[in-house]
């Protein structure tokens, strides 16, 4: 996983840029099955066009296959309560 996705379309320089519409992840372990895809793109890999996942999502499966209540509040030293995620649900068809 990156930060970004990169363009579908090479730049001037032949390179690719940033490019937030889609990208791809790669997980494995905890129960993840091997071999899977969640999701498409059109044919040009511009945008999802099949079960689009947040970056939400993602956070909020991998703290939960890692055992961790995503929905969980600590509280920092100076009393504040603050949630793990505010936002966020199970990707389905993981494990």
Known sequence: MGE???T???NAQAGRD???RAGFVCLAGAGVH???LIGATN???EIPVERPVS??????TILKLLGVDPARELTTPT???VKILNEGSFISGLV
Do not use: N
């Open 43 to 45: 044919p040009f890999g």
């Open 8 to 10: 579908p379309k090479l």
């Open 4 to 6: 970004f996705g990169r």
């Open 55 to 60: 970056p939400s999502d993602l956070a909020f």
């Open 18 to 20: 940033h490019w937030p």
């Open 79 to 81: 009393g504040r309560p």
């Open 34 to 36: 091997g071999g899977g």
